[in-house]
């Protein structure tokens, strides 16, 4: 793609502190985003995935500025906004909005829904105020329920009615952008096709780009233009949905897809299992070279010393490997 991100994260960085010390170099940081380099483009679906703990989450909270970041910046529509102020956010909140994985803790129990909904209308001043019941009605009608539901509380509704609500509620603002944090998982499965093809629909008819942080690899492929791979707070590689789940260059990618069940009938399209040895690096205090080094099973010399950049491939991918084929 030629055209600028809509968003953008350069060089990335979020630390936690796990524990203080007066004395100098023993205190312990993790270190949860990690230089990452990411970008969204206007119109597509970027599926995030790796395993629990890659932070995943937080890059996604960085994005949207709802945590800070501690070194790098965010770039949204050309602008950093990574410094901005109150004031100043108020265009970016508007723009960039988060669709979080539990409703029921995503949605203030003791309020009703139309005013859950209404409150963001107000407060940016996007209606006028004989206009928030219409546009109430038609948020309900974006996402499958009942005008009805205006007067509930979020208790009275299943959990994958509940994450509708919190989708209109993401819609209210009339975002470019939605960042969903594992937004099915916690769903049965049958309403997860039903939430996954309710995205799909909304993408289509707002026009809007989509950040889909998950670790269902099964739903990042029906829902992702473009898919990236996190592991430790690295990007190990990006690029085109079909490209990376036909022949993933990175071995852990591969060892990752290795693991997708496939049907019985099926025996064409099974990959062979992968089973990765060695021991999970602590968060804390990853290894110097190649974060993926101490479970990789073609590491190298060269793994251990230096950490890999992120380099395109000739198929315009990605991949944070020393060694990637050919």
Partial sequence: MTAAPLIEARALTREFVLRRSWVPGSGQTL???????????????????????SGKSTLGRCLTRLIETTDGAVVFDGQDVTRLGTRGLRPFRRSVQMIFQDPSSSLNPRRRVGDILSEPLAIHSIHPAREIPGRLRELMDLVGLPAAALDRFPHEFS???????????????????????????????????????????LRERLSLTYLFIAHDLGVVRQVSTRVAIMYLGSVM??????????????????????????????????????ILKGEI????????????????????????AERPALRPLADGRLVACHFPPS
């Fill in 31 to 53: 270190r949860a985003v990690d230089r990452v380099d990411l970008a969204v483009h206007k119109g597509e679906t970027l599926g995030l995935v790796g395993e629990s703990g």
């Fill in 159 to 201: 959990g994958g009615q509940r994450q509708r609500i919190g989708i209109a509620r993401a819609l209210a603002m009339e975002p470019r952008l939605i960042v969903a944090d594992e937004p099915v998982s916690a769903l049965d499965v049958s309403v997860q096709a039903q939430v996954v093809n309710l995205f799909a629909d």
């Fill in 281 to 304: 690096p602590n968060a804390a205090n990853p290894p110097k070279g190649c974060k993926f080094v101490t479970r990789c099973p073609y590491a190298q010399d060269l793994c251990r």
């Fill in 237 to 274: 590689e990006t690029g085109g949905t079909d490209t990376i789940f036909d022949a993933p260059a990175h071995p852990y990618t591969e060892a990752l897809l290795s693991a997708i069940p496939v049907p019985v009938a099926d025996p064409a399209a099974r990959r062979r299992r992968i």
